[in-house]
Protein backbone atom coordinates (compact mmCIF):
# COMPACT_ATOMS: atom_id res chain seq x y z
CA UNK A 1 0.00 0.00 0.00
CA UNK A 2 1.24 3.72 -0.63
CA UNK A 3 1.15 6.56 0.59
CA UNK A 4 -0.83 7.86 -2.15
CA UNK A 5 -3.83 5.34 -1.26
CA UNK A 6 -3.57 6.16 2.29
CA UNK A 7 -4.05 9.79 1.85
CA UNK A 8 -7.24 9.26 -0.40
CA UNK A 9 -8.47 7.30 1.85
CA UNK A 10 -8.17 9.33 5.01
CA UNK A 11 -9.87 12.10 2.83
CA UNK A 12 -13.01 10.17 1.95
CA UNK A 13 -13.86 9.43 5.70
CA UNK A 14 -16.21 12.32 6.48
CA UNK A 15 -15.34 14.31 9.41
CA UNK A 16 -16.53 13.99 12.96
CA UNK A 17 -18.97 16.33 13.22
CA UNK A 18 -21.22 17.78 10.43
CA UNK A 19 -23.41 20.98 10.86
CA UNK A 20 -27.41 20.07 11.70
CA UNK A 21 -28.51 19.16 8.13
CA UNK A 22 -31.88 20.75 7.08
CA UNK A 23 -34.22 18.29 7.29
CA UNK A 24 -33.27 18.01 11.25
CA UNK A 25 -34.14 21.73 11.40
CA UNK A 26 -37.33 21.63 9.72
CA UNK A 27 -38.34 18.64 12.02
CA UNK A 28 -37.52 20.50 15.03
CA UNK A 29 -39.13 24.16 14.01
CA UNK A 30 -41.97 21.46 13.53
CA UNK A 31 -41.90 20.10 16.91
CA UNK A 32 -41.01 23.45 18.59
CA UNK A 33 -44.45 25.16 17.51
CA UNK A 34 -46.46 22.04 17.89
CA UNK A 35 -45.11 22.22 21.57
CA UNK A 36 -45.71 25.71 21.74
CA UNK A 37 -49.29 25.27 19.75
CA UNK A 38 -50.22 23.11 22.10
CA UNK A 39 -48.98 25.01 25.40
CA UNK A 40 -51.34 28.02 24.12
CA UNK A 41 -53.92 25.66 23.36
CA UNK A 42 -54.26 24.45 27.40
CA UNK A 43 -53.50 27.75 28.72
CA UNK A 44 -55.55 30.18 26.74
CA UNK A 45 -59.01 28.93 27.77
CA UNK A 46 -57.52 28.74 31.70
CA UNK A 47 -56.76 31.83 31.52
CA UNK A 48 -59.68 33.41 29.56
CA UNK A 49 -61.84 31.92 32.66
CA UNK A 50 -59.68 33.16 35.23
CA UNK A 51 -59.72 36.61 33.80
CA UNK A 52 -63.81 36.91 33.19
CA UNK A 53 -64.38 35.08 36.71
CA UNK A 54 -61.82 37.72 38.73
CA UNK A 55 -62.95 40.51 36.22
CA UNK A 56 -66.87 39.81 37.57
CA UNK A 57 -66.13 38.01 40.65
CA UNK A 58 -63.73 40.45 42.27
CA UNK A 59 -65.77 43.78 42.75
CA UNK A 60 -68.51 42.02 44.37
CA UNK A 61 -66.31 39.65 46.64
CA UNK A 62 -64.21 42.67 47.86
CA UNK A 63 -67.19 43.38 50.73
CA UNK A 64 -67.19 42.42 54.59
CA UNK A 65 -70.82 41.74 53.45
CA UNK A 66 -70.06 38.99 51.37
CA UNK A 67 -68.20 37.12 53.78
CA UNK A 68 -70.64 37.82 57.33
CA UNK A 69 -74.09 37.41 55.54
CA UNK A 70 -76.22 35.37 54.29
CA UNK A 71 -79.04 35.80 51.40
CA UNK A 72 -82.25 36.09 54.22
CA UNK A 73 -85.07 37.79 53.32
CA UNK A 74 -82.98 39.07 50.24
CA UNK A 75 -85.45 39.61 47.00
CA UNK A 76 -83.91 38.42 44.32
CA UNK A 77 -83.72 40.90 42.40
CA UNK A 78 -82.27 43.19 45.84
CA UNK A 79 -78.80 43.55 45.72
CA UNK A 80 -76.25 43.20 49.08
CA UNK A 81 -76.37 40.52 51.10
CA UNK A 82 -73.45 37.80 51.39
CA UNK A 83 -72.89 33.81 50.96
CA UNK A 84 -71.42 33.07 54.36
CA UNK A 85 -74.13 30.36 54.75
CA UNK A 86 -73.17 29.07 51.38
CA UNK A 87 -69.08 29.05 52.37
CA UNK A 88 -70.58 26.81 55.51
CA UNK A 89 -72.14 24.72 53.85
CA UNK A 90 -69.20 23.93 51.47
CA UNK A 91 -66.55 23.94 53.99
CA UNK A 92 -68.62 21.44 56.52
CA UNK A 93 -69.72 19.11 53.87
CA UNK A 94 -66.40 19.08 53.12
CA UNK A 95 -64.52 18.45 56.01
CA UNK A 96 -67.05 16.03 57.29
CA UNK A 97 -66.79 14.47 54.07
CA UNK A 98 -63.04 14.71 54.57
CA UNK A 99 -63.11 13.16 58.32
CA UNK A 100 -65.28 10.16 57.14
CA UNK A 101 -63.48 9.54 53.95
CA UNK A 102 -59.21 9.98 55.12
CA UNK A 103 -59.17 6.67 57.77
CA UNK A 104 -61.27 4.50 55.44
CA UNK A 105 -58.96 5.39 52.50
CA UNK A 106 -55.54 5.88 54.44
CA UNK A 107 -56.35 2.33 55.72
CA UNK A 108 -57.52 0.79 53.00
CA UNK A 109 -54.19 2.60 50.89
CA UNK A 110 -51.95 0.92 53.87
CA UNK A 111 -54.02 -2.70 53.79
CA UNK A 112 -52.91 -2.88 49.86
CA UNK A 113 -49.78 -1.95 50.17
CA UNK A 114 -48.40 -3.37 53.55
CA UNK A 115 -50.58 -6.49 53.81
CA UNK A 116 -52.22 -7.58 51.11
CA UNK A 117 -49.87 -8.30 48.59
CA UNK A 118 -51.45 -10.40 45.74
CA UNK A 119 -53.94 -12.27 47.54
CA UNK A 120 -57.18 -12.45 46.17
CA UNK A 121 -58.98 -9.76 48.63
CA UNK A 122 -56.29 -7.12 47.75
CA UNK A 123 -57.11 -7.37 43.70
CA UNK A 124 -60.82 -7.65 44.44
CA UNK A 125 -60.40 -4.10 46.67
CA UNK A 126 -58.24 -2.86 43.82
CA UNK A 127 -60.65 -3.67 41.42
CA UNK A 128 -63.45 -1.99 43.53
CA UNK A 129 -61.58 1.40 43.44
CA UNK A 130 -61.00 1.54 40.34
CA UNK A 131 -64.36 1.18 39.32
CA UNK A 132 -65.26 3.69 42.25
CA UNK A 133 -62.53 6.04 40.68
CA UNK A 134 -64.57 6.51 37.41
CA UNK A 135 -68.25 6.54 38.95
CA UNK A 136 -69.56 9.48 37.86
CA UNK A 137 -71.16 12.14 40.99
CA UNK A 138 -74.46 11.68 40.00
CA UNK A 139 -73.94 8.37 40.11
CA UNK A 140 -72.76 8.71 43.81
CA UNK A 141 -75.48 11.08 44.37
CA UNK A 142 -78.28 9.00 43.32
CA UNK A 143 -76.93 5.77 45.46
CA UNK A 144 -76.86 7.98 48.61
CA UNK A 145 -80.01 9.29 47.48
CA UNK A 146 -81.54 5.67 46.96
CA UNK A 147 -79.97 4.15 50.22
CA UNK A 148 -79.86 6.94 52.70
CA UNK A 149 -83.26 8.80 51.56
CA UNK A 150 -85.36 6.08 49.71
CA UNK A 151 -84.42 2.97 51.67
CA UNK A 152 -83.23 4.37 55.26
CA UNK A 153 -85.80 7.21 55.25
CA UNK A 154 -83.68 10.29 56.02
CA UNK A 155 -84.40 13.43 54.80
CA UNK A 156 -82.48 15.14 52.43
CA UNK A 157 -79.24 16.78 54.34
CA UNK A 158 -75.76 18.21 54.16
CA UNK A 159 -74.56 14.71 56.25
CA UNK A 160 -76.12 13.15 52.75
CA UNK A 161 -74.22 15.36 50.56
CA UNK A 162 -70.89 14.37 52.22
CA UNK A 163 -71.70 10.08 52.56
CA UNK A 164 -72.03 11.02 48.48
CA UNK A 165 -68.37 13.14 48.85
CA UNK A 166 -67.40 10.31 50.24
CA UNK A 167 -67.89 8.13 47.78
CA UNK A 168 -66.03 9.90 45.14
CA UNK A 169 -62.80 10.93 47.86
CA UNK A 170 -62.14 8.02 49.05
CA UNK A 171 -60.49 6.10 45.86
CA UNK A 172 -58.74 9.03 45.23
CA UNK A 173 -57.29 8.56 48.75
CA UNK A 174 -56.57 5.08 48.35
CA UNK A 175 -54.95 5.60 44.80
CA UNK A 176 -52.46 8.24 46.21
CA UNK A 177 -51.69 6.24 49.61
CA UNK A 178 -50.94 3.62 47.34
CA UNK A 179 -48.71 5.19 45.54
CA UNK A 180 -46.67 7.33 48.48
CA UNK A 181 -46.31 3.91 50.12
CA UNK A 182 -45.18 2.56 47.41
CA UNK A 183 -42.35 5.03 46.76
CA UNK A 184 -41.26 4.12 50.35
CA UNK A 185 -37.93 1.75 49.69
CA UNK A 186 -38.31 -1.32 51.45
CA UNK A 187 -34.80 -0.99 52.94
CA UNK A 188 -36.28 1.54 55.35
CA UNK A 189 -38.88 -1.23 56.37
CA UNK A 190 -36.01 -4.28 56.53
CA UNK A 191 -33.82 -1.64 58.64
CA UNK A 192 -37.19 -0.86 61.15
CA UNK A 193 -37.66 -4.95 61.75
CA UNK A 194 -33.93 -5.44 61.88
CA UNK A 195 -34.19 -3.18 64.98
CA UNK A 196 -36.79 -5.35 66.45
CA UNK A 197 -39.90 -2.96 65.77
CA UNK A 198 -42.91 -4.43 65.05
CA UNK A 199 -44.45 -4.81 61.29
CA UNK A 200 -47.32 -2.23 62.71
CA UNK A 201 -45.03 0.26 64.38
CA UNK A 202 -43.10 -0.05 61.73
CA UNK A 203 -45.71 1.46 59.35
CA UNK A 204 -47.25 2.96 61.83
CA UNK A 205 -43.90 5.14 62.87
CA UNK A 206 -41.58 5.24 59.87
CA UNK A 207 -43.48 3.89 56.43
CA UNK A 208 -46.46 6.67 56.84
CA UNK A 209 -44.27 9.41 58.11
CA UNK A 210 -42.34 9.07 55.26
CA UNK A 211 -44.62 9.47 52.61
CA UNK A 212 -47.00 11.43 54.60
CA UNK A 213 -46.25 14.67 52.78
CA UNK A 214 -47.35 13.18 50.05
CA UNK A 215 -50.59 11.92 51.15
CA UNK A 216 -51.53 14.87 53.12
CA UNK A 217 -51.01 17.12 49.19
CA UNK A 218 -53.28 14.06 47.81
CA UNK A 219 -55.91 14.83 50.29
CA UNK A 220 -56.10 18.25 49.87
CA UNK A 221 -56.65 18.23 46.53
CA UNK A 222 -59.19 15.45 46.91
CA UNK A 223 -60.69 17.95 49.37
CA UNK A 224 -60.53 20.64 47.26
CA UNK A 225 -61.85 19.15 43.74
CA UNK A 226 -64.96 17.54 46.37
CA UNK A 227 -66.45 21.09 47.13
CA UNK A 228 -66.70 22.06 44.01
CA UNK A 229 -68.98 18.86 43.30
CA UNK A 230 -72.47 20.07 42.03
CA UNK A 231 -74.30 16.79 41.29
CA UNK A 232 -74.30 15.60 44.85
CA UNK A 233 -75.68 18.89 46.31
CA UNK A 234 -78.50 19.52 43.45
CA UNK A 235 -79.68 15.66 44.40
CA UNK A 236 -79.15 15.59 48.10
CA UNK A 237 -80.01 18.79 49.45
CA UNK A 238 -82.11 22.01 49.39
CA UNK A 239 -81.03 25.34 49.25
CA UNK A 240 -81.69 27.46 51.72
CA UNK A 241 -80.67 31.88 51.56
CA UNK A 242 -80.10 31.37 55.34
CA UNK A 243 -77.80 29.88 57.35
CA UNK A 244 -78.28 26.26 58.38
CA UNK A 245 -76.02 24.70 60.98
CA UNK A 246 -77.53 21.46 61.10
CA UNK A 247 -76.40 19.11 58.73
CA UNK A 248 -78.49 16.69 59.64
CA UNK A 249 -81.44 18.17 58.61
CA UNK A 250 -82.74 20.79 56.44
CA UNK A 251 -81.88 22.50 53.44
CA UNK A 252 -78.14 23.86 53.35
CA UNK A 253 -76.59 25.88 50.76
CA UNK A 254 -73.54 25.54 49.24
CA UNK A 255 -71.53 27.37 47.08
CA UNK A 256 -72.21 25.49 43.36
CA UNK A 257 -75.68 24.76 44.59
CA UNK A 258 -76.03 28.83 45.07
CA UNK A 259 -74.82 29.14 41.76
CA UNK A 260 -77.21 26.39 39.83
CA UNK A 261 -79.94 28.44 41.84
CA UNK A 262 -79.16 31.94 40.76
CA UNK A 263 -79.20 30.67 37.30
CA UNK A 264 -82.61 30.86 37.28
CA UNK A 265 -82.45 34.16 38.67
CA UNK A 266 -81.92 36.18 35.31
CA UNK A 267 -81.74 40.13 37.20
CA UNK A 268 -77.87 41.43 37.57
CA UNK A 269 -78.37 40.52 41.70
CA UNK A 270 -78.66 37.04 40.28
CA UNK A 271 -75.49 37.31 37.86
CA UNK A 272 -73.41 39.14 40.64
CA UNK A 273 -74.00 36.33 42.91
CA UNK A 274 -73.27 33.67 40.53
CA UNK A 275 -70.07 35.05 39.87
CA UNK A 276 -69.29 36.21 43.56
CA UNK A 277 -69.87 32.54 44.62
CA UNK A 278 -67.74 31.03 41.50
CA UNK A 279 -65.02 33.08 42.43
CA UNK A 280 -65.10 32.79 46.57
CA UNK A 281 -65.08 28.66 45.31
CA UNK A 282 -62.10 29.60 43.42
CA UNK A 283 -60.26 31.42 46.20
CA UNK A 284 -61.41 28.38 48.79
CA UNK A 285 -59.75 25.53 46.23
CA UNK A 286 -56.98 27.67 45.83
CA UNK A 287 -56.14 28.35 49.35
CA UNK A 288 -56.53 24.58 49.83
CA UNK A 289 -54.05 23.83 46.95
CA UNK A 290 -51.54 26.05 49.12
CA UNK A 291 -51.96 24.80 51.68
CA UNK A 292 -51.21 21.17 50.74
CA UNK A 293 -47.65 22.79 49.30
CA UNK A 294 -47.10 24.20 52.54
CA UNK A 295 -48.15 20.91 54.53
CA UNK A 296 -46.11 19.31 52.24
CA UNK A 297 -42.92 21.41 52.20
CA UNK A 298 -42.97 21.12 56.31
CA UNK A 299 -43.19 16.96 56.48
CA UNK A 300 -41.19 16.43 53.10
CA UNK A 301 -37.73 14.67 54.69
CA UNK A 302 -35.48 16.78 54.91
CA UNK A 303 -31.36 16.41 54.25
CA UNK A 304 -30.24 19.56 55.52
CA UNK B 1 -23.50 -10.03 76.01
CA UNK B 2 -21.92 -11.83 72.76
CA UNK B 3 -23.67 -14.91 71.87
CA UNK B 4 -22.77 -17.75 69.69
CA UNK B 5 -24.03 -19.02 66.35
CA UNK B 6 -24.50 -22.57 65.63
CA UNK B 7 -26.52 -23.24 62.08
CA UNK B 8 -27.31 -26.78 61.23
CA UNK B 9 -28.30 -28.30 58.32
CA UNK B 10 -29.93 -24.72 56.61
CA UNK B 11 -31.71 -25.02 53.14
CA UNK B 12 -33.70 -22.04 52.28
CA UNK B 13 -35.67 -21.15 49.69
CA UNK B 14 -37.36 -18.42 47.88
CA UNK B 15 -40.91 -19.95 46.59
CA UNK B 16 -40.04 -23.27 44.82
CA UNK B 17 -36.49 -21.83 43.94
CA UNK B 18 -33.67 -23.59 46.40
CA UNK B 19 -31.37 -20.51 47.08
CA UNK B 20 -29.22 -22.41 49.72
CA UNK B 21 -28.19 -25.84 50.61
CA UNK B 22 -27.04 -27.61 53.61
CA UNK B 23 -25.24 -24.80 55.03
CA UNK B 24 -23.62 -25.69 58.50
CA UNK B 25 -21.62 -23.27 60.16
CA UNK B 26 -20.75 -22.44 63.97
CA UNK B 27 -19.85 -18.67 64.92
CA UNK B 28 -17.68 -18.22 68.39
CA UNK B 29 -18.66 -15.39 70.12
CA UNK B 30 -16.52 -11.99 69.82
CA UNK B 31 -15.28 -13.04 66.42
CA UNK B 32 -15.43 -11.96 63.65
CA UNK B 33 -16.80 -14.36 60.66
CA UNK B 34 -16.70 -13.50 57.03
CA UNK B 35 -18.83 -14.70 54.07
CA UNK B 36 -17.37 -14.51 50.75
CA UNK B 37 -18.47 -16.11 47.31
CA UNK B 38 -19.23 -15.26 44.18
CA UNK B 39 -22.59 -12.94 43.40
CA UNK B 40 -25.56 -14.94 43.99
CA UNK B 41 -24.13 -17.79 45.58
CA UNK B 42 -26.47 -17.34 48.75
CA UNK B 43 -24.07 -15.12 51.36
CA UNK B 44 -27.16 -12.41 52.07
CA UNK B 45 -29.76 -14.66 52.59
CA UNK B 46 -27.83 -17.16 54.66
CA UNK B 47 -27.15 -13.81 56.39
CA UNK B 48 -30.65 -12.72 56.73
CA UNK B 49 -31.98 -16.73 57.46
CA UNK B 50 -29.66 -15.57 61.25
CA UNK B 51 -32.04 -12.97 62.49
CA UNK B 52 -35.37 -14.09 60.54
CA UNK B 53 -35.21 -11.18 58.24
CA UNK B 54 -35.52 -14.02 55.29
CA UNK B 55 -39.14 -14.56 55.51
CA UNK B 56 -40.06 -10.90 55.25
CA UNK B 57 -39.49 -11.84 51.41
CA UNK B 58 -43.00 -13.37 49.78
CA UNK B 59 -42.82 -17.22 49.76
CA UNK B 60 -39.47 -17.34 51.61
CA UNK B 61 -38.84 -20.45 53.63
CA UNK B 62 -36.80 -22.27 56.00
CA UNK B 63 -35.16 -25.19 57.21
CA UNK B 64 -33.00 -26.57 59.88
CA UNK B 65 -32.08 -24.75 62.23
CA UNK B 66 -30.39 -21.38 63.95
CA UNK B 67 -29.34 -21.50 67.44
CA UNK B 68 -28.18 -18.54 69.57
CA UNK B 69 -26.26 -20.17 72.63
CA UNK B 70 -28.44 -23.70 72.09
CA UNK B 71 -31.62 -21.88 71.53
CA UNK B 72 -33.20 -22.47 68.41
CA UNK B 73 -34.79 -18.94 67.05
CA UNK B 74 -37.14 -20.62 64.48
CA UNK B 75 -38.36 -22.84 67.72
CA UNK B 76 -42.34 -21.74 66.96
CA UNK B 77 -43.08 -20.46 70.19
CA UNK B 78 -39.87 -17.40 69.12
CA UNK B 79 -41.58 -14.31 68.22
CA UNK B 80 -39.20 -13.34 65.30
CA UNK B 81 -39.29 -9.59 66.65
CA UNK B 82 -37.46 -10.79 69.51
CA UNK B 83 -34.85 -12.27 67.76
CA UNK B 84 -34.29 -9.28 65.40
CA UNK B 85 -34.30 -7.04 68.80
CA UNK B 86 -31.19 -9.57 69.68
CA UNK B 87 -29.53 -10.14 66.63
CA UNK B 88 -28.99 -6.77 64.71
CA UNK B 89 -28.41 -5.86 61.24
CA UNK B 90 -26.34 -3.18 59.28
CA UNK B 91 -27.31 -3.33 55.61
CA UNK B 92 -25.40 -2.72 51.86
CA UNK B 93 -26.72 0.62 51.42
CA UNK B 94 -27.35 3.10 54.38
CA UNK B 95 -30.52 3.88 54.86
CA UNK B 96 -30.96 6.00 58.04
CA UNK B 97 -34.85 6.58 58.60
CA UNK B 98 -35.38 10.19 56.81
CA UNK B 99 -38.10 11.77 58.82
CA UNK B 100 -35.71 11.54 61.75
CA UNK B 101 -33.11 13.66 63.19
CA UNK B 102 -29.36 11.94 63.77
CA UNK B 103 -30.28 11.47 67.20
CA UNK B 104 -33.45 10.28 66.57
CA UNK B 105 -32.21 7.47 64.12
CA UNK B 106 -29.97 6.44 66.82
CA UNK B 107 -32.64 5.80 69.18
CA UNK B 108 -35.31 4.72 66.80
CA UNK B 109 -35.14 1.55 68.24
CA UNK B 110 -35.44 1.78 72.18
CA UNK B 111 -38.16 4.73 71.28
CA UNK B 112 -39.91 2.73 69.60
CA UNK B 113 -39.95 -0.01 71.82
CA UNK B 114 -40.74 2.24 74.19
CA UNK B 115 -38.22 3.78 76.08
CA UNK B 116 -39.53 7.24 77.21
CA UNK B 117 -36.77 8.27 79.15
CA UNK B 118 -35.22 11.23 77.79
CA UNK B 119 -31.96 11.11 79.83
CA UNK B 120 -32.02 7.51 79.24
CA UNK B 121 -32.37 8.32 75.24
CA UNK B 122 -29.65 10.93 75.36
CA UNK B 123 -26.98 8.76 76.93
CA UNK B 124 -27.66 5.49 74.69
CA UNK B 125 -27.87 7.87 71.56
CA UNK B 126 -23.64 9.18 72.87
CA UNK B 127 -22.76 5.77 73.86
CA UNK B 128 -23.88 4.38 70.81
CA UNK B 129 -22.72 7.09 68.27
CA UNK B 130 -19.37 6.82 70.17
CA UNK B 131 -19.12 3.69 69.62
CA UNK B 132 -19.47 3.97 65.99
CA UNK B 133 -17.05 6.31 66.05
CA UNK B 134 -19.22 8.99 64.83
CA UNK B 135 -19.63 11.44 67.96
CA UNK B 136 -17.13 13.47 67.39
CA UNK B 137 -18.53 14.82 63.51
CA UNK B 138 -22.19 14.93 64.74
CA UNK B 139 -22.16 16.02 68.50
CA UNK B 140 -23.37 19.61 67.28
CA UNK B 141 -25.94 18.64 65.14
CA UNK B 142 -27.84 15.65 66.66
CA UNK B 143 -30.75 17.20 65.46
CA UNK B 144 -30.20 17.98 61.98
CA UNK B 145 -31.56 15.29 59.45
CA UNK B 146 -29.86 12.05 59.16
CA UNK B 147 -29.76 12.20 55.26
CA UNK B 148 -27.63 14.71 55.19
CA UNK B 149 -24.21 12.66 56.32
CA UNK B 150 -22.18 11.26 53.85
CA UNK B 151 -22.45 8.52 52.73
CA UNK B 152 -19.78 6.93 55.41
CA UNK B 153 -21.03 8.94 58.00
CA UNK B 154 -24.93 7.37 56.94
CA UNK B 155 -23.44 3.65 57.57
CA UNK B 156 -21.96 4.48 60.61
CA UNK B 157 -25.17 6.00 61.66
CA UNK B 158 -26.71 2.89 60.92
CA UNK B 159 -24.14 1.17 63.19
CA UNK B 160 -24.80 3.29 65.94
CA UNK B 161 -28.48 2.68 65.45
CA UNK B 162 -28.16 -1.31 65.60
CA UNK B 163 -25.89 -1.05 68.31
CA UNK B 164 -28.11 1.05 70.75
CA UNK B 165 -30.37 -1.60 70.98
CA UNK B 166 -27.42 -3.79 72.54
CA UNK B 167 -27.56 -7.06 70.85
CA UNK B 168 -26.01 -10.04 70.81
CA UNK B 169 -24.51 -10.49 67.45
CA UNK B 170 -24.58 -8.04 64.44
CA UNK B 171 -24.87 -8.85 60.57
CA UNK B 172 -23.38 -6.82 58.30
CA UNK B 173 -24.27 -7.55 54.40
CA UNK B 174 -21.56 -5.59 52.79
CA UNK B 175 -21.67 -2.80 54.60
CA UNK B 176 -18.76 -1.15 52.59
CA UNK B 177 -19.54 -1.89 49.41
CA UNK B 178 -21.46 1.38 48.91
CA UNK B 179 -18.22 3.71 50.68
CA UNK B 180 -14.86 5.30 49.41
CA UNK B 181 -12.29 3.96 51.06
CA UNK B 182 -11.51 6.13 53.64
CA UNK B 183 -15.06 5.13 55.12
CA UNK B 184 -14.06 1.76 54.07
CA UNK B 185 -11.05 1.91 56.36
CA UNK B 186 -13.45 3.32 59.24
CA UNK B 187 -15.81 0.72 59.11
CA UNK B 188 -13.18 -1.83 59.14
CA UNK B 189 -11.18 -0.57 62.18
CA UNK B 190 -14.75 -0.02 64.10
CA UNK B 191 -15.55 -3.51 63.17
CA UNK B 192 -12.40 -4.63 65.05
CA UNK B 193 -13.62 -2.19 68.33
CA UNK B 194 -17.03 -3.90 68.01
CA UNK B 195 -15.28 -7.84 68.22
CA UNK B 196 -15.05 -6.88 72.18
CA UNK B 197 -18.73 -7.07 72.38
CA UNK B 198 -20.71 -8.41 69.81
CA UNK B 199 -20.21 -11.73 67.47
CA UNK B 200 -20.26 -10.23 64.31
CA UNK B 201 -20.96 -11.81 61.09
CA UNK B 202 -19.67 -9.79 57.76
CA UNK B 203 -20.55 -10.47 54.15
CA UNK B 204 -18.21 -8.97 51.71
CA UNK B 205 -16.70 -8.55 47.92
CA UNK B 206 -13.32 -7.75 48.82
CA UNK B 207 -11.28 -10.29 49.75
CA UNK B 208 -8.49 -7.76 51.57
CA UNK B 209 -11.34 -6.81 53.95
CA UNK B 210 -11.85 -10.17 55.08
CA UNK B 211 -8.20 -11.28 55.79
CA UNK B 212 -7.83 -7.61 57.32
CA UNK B 213 -11.03 -8.07 59.86
CA UNK B 214 -12.33 -11.27 60.29
CA UNK B 215 -10.72 -14.37 62.45
CA UNK B 216 -12.49 -16.98 60.74
CA UNK B 217 -13.28 -17.14 56.68
CA UNK B 218 -16.61 -18.77 55.05
CA UNK B 219 -16.49 -19.53 51.38
CA UNK B 220 -20.18 -20.27 49.66
CA UNK B 221 -20.05 -20.90 46.07
CA UNK B 222 -22.46 -22.19 43.14
CA UNK B 223 -22.52 -24.57 40.48
CA UNK B 224 -24.59 -23.02 38.39
CA UNK B 225 -27.16 -20.30 37.42
CA UNK B 226 -30.02 -21.26 39.28
CA UNK B 227 -28.82 -24.25 41.34
CA UNK B 228 -28.47 -23.73 45.24
CA UNK B 229 -25.39 -22.12 46.63
CA UNK B 230 -23.50 -24.27 49.32
CA UNK B 231 -20.60 -23.51 51.78
CA UNK B 232 -17.47 -25.14 50.51
CA UNK B 233 -15.70 -24.76 53.48
CA UNK B 234 -15.25 -22.65 56.93
CA UNK B 235 -11.64 -21.86 58.62
CA UNK B 236 -9.66 -19.63 60.26
CA UNK B 237 -9.39 -16.45 58.24
CA UNK B 238 -5.37 -17.48 57.78
CA UNK B 239 -5.69 -20.82 56.97
CA UNK B 240 -8.50 -19.88 53.87
CA UNK B 241 -6.26 -17.56 52.49
CA UNK B 242 -2.60 -18.82 52.55
CA UNK B 243 -3.81 -22.47 52.46
CA UNK B 244 -7.66 -23.54 51.91
CA UNK B 245 -8.54 -27.18 51.64
CA UNK B 246 -10.82 -26.93 48.75
CA UNK B 247 -9.47 -26.34 45.35
CA UNK B 248 -12.49 -24.17 44.50
CA UNK B 249 -11.57 -21.60 47.39
CA UNK B 250 -7.83 -21.72 46.22
CA UNK B 251 -9.25 -20.63 42.94
CA UNK B 252 -11.42 -17.87 43.86
CA UNK B 253 -9.06 -16.51 46.31
CA UNK B 254 -6.17 -16.22 43.85
CA UNK B 255 -8.65 -14.21 41.43
CA UNK B 256 -9.20 -17.45 38.72
CA UNK B 257 -12.75 -17.25 38.94
CA UNK B 258 -15.76 -15.01 40.17
N1 LIG C 1 -36.16 -11.75 47.47
C1 LIG C 1 -35.75 -12.73 46.64
N2 LIG C 1 -36.66 -13.44 45.93
C2 LIG C 1 -36.27 -14.43 45.09
N3 LIG C 1 -35.00 -14.79 44.89
C3 LIG C 1 -34.05 -14.14 45.57
C4 LIG C 1 -34.38 -13.07 46.47
N4 LIG C 1 -33.22 -12.58 47.01
C5 LIG C 1 -32.23 -13.32 46.46
N5 LIG C 1 -32.72 -14.25 45.61
C6 LIG C 1 -31.94 -15.24 44.85
O1 LIG C 1 -31.24 -16.05 45.76
C7 LIG C 1 -29.92 -16.32 45.31
C8 LIG C 1 -28.92 -15.88 46.35
O2 LIG C 1 -28.97 -14.47 46.44
P1 LIG C 1 -28.14 -13.64 47.50
O3 LIG C 1 -28.26 -14.30 48.82
O4 LIG C 1 -28.58 -12.23 47.41
O5 LIG C 1 -26.67 -13.81 46.94
P2 LIG C 1 -25.35 -13.01 47.35
O6 LIG C 1 -25.64 -12.14 48.50
O7 LIG C 1 -24.36 -14.08 47.64
O8 LIG C 1 -24.93 -12.24 46.14
C9 LIG C 1 -29.78 -15.60 43.98
O9 LIG C 1 -29.98 -16.54 42.94
C10 LIG C 1 -30.87 -14.58 44.00
O10 LIG C 1 -31.33 -14.32 42.71
MG1 LIG D 1 -25.65 -10.02 48.71
Keep these: MTTDTADLTRLATPPTFQSVSGARKFKNGLATAAVWGAFLVAIVPLVWVLFIVVQRGLPIVVNADWWQKSLNGLLSRQQGGGVYHAIYGTLVQGLVCAVISVPIGLMVGVYLVEYGGRSRLAKATTFMVDILTGVP ?14 TFGFGRSGFAVALALVLLMVPVIVRTTEEMLKIVPDELREASYALGIPKWKTIVKIVIPTALSGILTGIMLALARVMGETAPVLVLAAYAPYINYNLFDGPMASLPLLMTTERSNSTAAGF ?3 WGAAITLVIIITLFNLLATVVSRVLAPKTK | MAKRID ?7 YGKFHAVQEVSIAVPPRNVTAFIGPSGCGKSTVLRSLNRMHEVAPGARVEGSVQLDGEDIYASSVDPVQVRRTIGMVFQRPNPFPTMSIKDNVVA ?9 KKQLDEVAE ?7 LWNEVKDRLDRPGGGLSGGQQQRLCIARAI ?23 IEDLITELKKDFTIVIVTHNMQQAARVSDQTAFFNLNGVGQPGRLIEVDDTEKIFSNPSQKATE ?3 SGRFG
Design chain 1, 137 to 150: SIVAALFVYSLWIT
Design chain 1, 272 to 274: DRI
Design chain 2, 7 to 13: VKELNLY
Design chain 2, 109 to 117: GLRLAGTKN
Design chain 2, 127 to 133: RSLRGAN
Design chain 2, 164 to 186: AVQPDVLLMDEPCSALDPISTLA
Design chain 2, 251 to 253: DYI
